[in-house]
């Protein structure tokens, strides 16, 4: 069964930071990043499990729009344009979305470094043409030809 953000906590949340927004659009720049950070870490945190990656990515270009809507209303002076925005927050980074829970004991991540790392280990068992490399159970069953030349007593 997969986890995903309850419809009305979606629709909760940005709607909680925009009304944050609008109070603290006055502040400076810096400080403002640094609560929208911990706001977005937050949120990470406490809905940032399996399968929720749709989730918290949608929360984030959300609250990113309204970021851009809400600094935009400081000032005709202070606007920004997209590339700006893009721009500001390519310099003053908010956390990136990510999964912080695993619901299932191991990460999807964790299996597929585990599955590559199995993967390469069979095929660098399986070398030249006379069964050199391969684990001792195979070379048994096999030809005693092949057997006779990894032994170097038959040349290929």
């Not at 990043?33 to 870490?41: L, M």
């Not at 400081?74 to 695993?102: C, H, I, Q, Y």
């Amino acid at each position: 069964m997969k986890r995903v953000t309850a419809r009305k906590k979606f629709t909760a949340k940005p709607r909680a930071f925009k009304e944050w927004l609008k109070k603290a659009r006055t502040l400076a720049t810096e400080e403002l990043r640094e609560t929208a950070e911990a706001k977005f870490r937050g949120h990470y945190a406490y809905c940032g499990v399996t399968d929720n990656m749709p989730g918290i990515k949608r929360f984030a270009a959300e609250v990113e729009k309204l970021l851009f809507k809400w600094l935009n209303r400081r000032g005709e002076r202070n606007s920004l344009s997209w590339a700006e925005f893009w721009t500001m927050l390519d310099r003053f980074a908010l956390p990136k979305p990510k999964s912080r829970v695993t619901m299932f004991g191991v990460s999807v991540k964790a299996e597929i470094m585990w599955h590559r790392r199995e993967t390469g280990r069979k095929q660098r068992k399986q070398t030249s043409a006379c069964g050199i490399g391969r684990n001792r159970s195979t070379r048994q069953k096999e030809n005693p030809a092949r057997l006779a030349c990894e032994r170097g007593q038959l040349s290929v």
